[in-house]
């Protein structure tokens, strides 16, 4: 397989539990080096649980805890000297629903997280945005009308905006969280051009249950089922010739 | 079909009990305000904003020691009330899972359904009582304890209206606790603070009784806040109740001043507040 290559961010058996109960289950798995990687399986096997450890993001609900590792260029980012706000600066995410924040104009979303960086110049915010926006597609729509509401765009700006503001501040990560969950074709569309783009620069790791979307963006795919991981591997495998049967059940359409 | 012809019915009469209902409300405002403009729009005038009462029996007089005394006390009442009320609002809002955030809450729901003579009561026993004399600033702090438990409520509602996926988002931006409650979730729910805050205010600027033992009024313009200070209300439970043709025209005067007065102070703290971002700019 792709053992080869870099590994950004990995996880040792990984366990998430809400109130005792196991979410995810033992989950070893490692994110290359500028790529994509799928998160599919059915709802509720726990691929959401799963990418919000990476980014510590998890342990903000209530009666949350882990067990495991999580390294980010081979450090546990669980350790106790790792602040997980300046870690959720390295580890950018973008949920299901666009939340753009409602009370900022364009221009400020995307600088909401350079400026919580602090010590960034003006005028190299202002740099730092348009790139950002460059890169998520959305300049050429939005540079006549920086100082409006956010909310004045349509739901797949929204959600290219709020790609625009989790790679501002250039994070090392990227997870989506089923992040055309809740756009139309079109938005959705260009969202996965744009995942693939981002892919040159940043690790991504995007959650969907959508195998069309995996199959489409994804250099590699994990499944998984009940909260464990049944099967990783290069996508185009995985989706030709699948090892375990649960997999092949779930790709073919026979459950989920 | 007679089930349709029935639905129908039913809808008509259920819209015109609800039109009815929202008639019945509208009216008794419209004949308040239209009665006090009535009776108290030939009292005033430029003397009657300009001068202060003239002496019991004579015809004149003004209400602009009341006027003034007003803006003071609400003011001080507003100062101390608005900065505690939200604090304490976004606390419970922000953090209110532990033991003493309902203890809290409790206190103020109870405050909140204490009648104002008892809050009155209350600064006249820790204020006026240990000072000696009446004054505009016991007024306030009355005033202020009243204010207190509404904006508290109000201001925890409004920053629990905020979705939950918009302070995720900026956690997972790298966002601090407290600057996600402040920079995304208080931010976001200004506007409904801010209409919480002016309710409270509103409310305060027409109270009586609190004041009626500890800023007392006062028949003369004064502005020491630690002397006894006439308020519109004050002045209007005088005259009102005075035995002088005259006081009872002043008294729907003042009443009518303070209406506008609070629907001005509303509608100005309104404009400055809105939404910077109205929809679909």
Redesign the interface.
């Known amino acids: 397989m792709a053992a080869e290559r870099p590994i950004r961010l990995r996880t040792e058996f990984l366990s998430a539990y809400f109130n005792g109960n196991t979410a995810v289950r033992h989950v070893t798995l490692g994110f290359p080096v500028n790529s994509v990687t799928a998160i599919i399986g059915p709802s509720g096997c726990g691929k959401s649980t799963y990418l919000r450890c990476l980014?510590r993001?998890h342990e903000?609900s209530e009666g949350a805890a882990i067990s495991g590792r999580v390294l980010l260029d081979e450090h546990d980012i669980y350790a106790p000297e790792v602040n997980p706000?300046?870690l959720?600066?390295r580890v950018?995410?973008v949920?299901q629903?666009p939340?753009p924040?409602?009370?900022m104009?364009i221009f400020d979303n995307v600088a909401?997280?350079l400026r919580?960086?602090g010590g960034q110049k003006r005028r190299d915010v202002a740099a730092l945005v348009e790139r950002a926006l460059q890169r998520a597609g959305l300049w050429d729509e939005v540079q006549d009308r920086l100082q409006?509401?956010a909310?004045?765009l349509s739901g797949g700006q929204q959600q290219r905006l709020?790609v625009a503001?989790?790679i501002a501040?250039e994070p090392e990560v990227l997870l989506l969280d089923e992040p055309t969950a809740s756009l139309d074709p079109a938005g959705t569309v260009r969202i996965e051009d744009l995942v693939q783009d981002l892919s040159q620069e940043f690790t991504v790791v995007i959650v969907t249950h959508n195998l069309q979307q995996a199959a489409r963006v994804s250099e590699y795919t994990a499944f998984f089922y009940l909260g464990e991981l049944i099967e990783y591997g290069l996508t185009e495998e995985m989706f030709t010739n699948p090892n375990d049967p649960r997999t092949d059940a779930y790709i073919t359409g026979r459950f989920g | 079909m007679p089930g349709q012809f029935r639905r129908r019915l039913v809808s008509r009469i259920m819209t015109a009990a609800t039109v009815l209902a929202a008639v019945l409300a509208v009216v008794p405002l419209l004949l308040i305000f239209g009665d006090l403009v009535a009776k108290g729009v030939s009292s005033v005038n430029w003397d009657f904003f300009v001068n202060s009462p003239a002496a019991p029996g004579e015809p004149g007089g003004g209400v602009a020691n009341a006027i003034v005394g007003t803006l003071i006390i609400v003011g001080l009442g507003a100062l101390a009330g608005l900065p505690v009320g939200i604090g304490a609002g976004i606390y419970l809002a922000e953090y209110g899972t532990n033991r003493f955030s309902w203890i809290v809450r409790f206190v103020a729901d109870v405050l909140n359904g204490t009648p104002s003579i008892v809050v009155g009561i209350f600064a006249w026993t820790w204020m006026v009582k240990p000072m000696g004399h009446f004054s505009a600033l016991a007024g306030g702090v009355a005033l202020a304890l009243l204010m207190i438990p509404m904006v508290t409520r109000t201001t925890e509602e409004m920053v629990r209206l905020v979705p939950h996926s918009l302070t995720e988002a900026a956690l997972a931006l790298g966002y601090s606790r407290w600057r996600t409650s402040l920079g995304i979730a208080v931010r976001t729910a200004w506007p409904g603070i801010m209409t919480g805050a002016l309710v409270a205010v509103a409310r305060i600027a027409g109270e009586t009784a609190p004041l009626l033992f500890t800023a007392l009024g006062n028949l003369n313009f004064r502005l020491d806040i630690l002397q006894p200070m006439q308020t519109l209300s004050l002045q209007i439970y005088v005259y009102a109740t005075g035995p002088f043709e005259e006081w009872h025209r002043l008294a729907w005067g003042a009443a009518l001043v303070l209406m506008a007065l609070v629907l001005v102070f509303g509608l100005a703290a309104r404009y400055a507040t809105r939404a910077r971002f109205s929809h679909g700019r």
Do not use: D, H, Q
Request: charged share 20%; proline share 7%.
């Open positions: 980014n993001m903000l706000v300046e959720r600066r950018g995410m949920f629903r939340t924040f409602p009370t104009s909401a997280g919580v960086n409006k509401s909310l004045a709020c503001r989790a501040p």
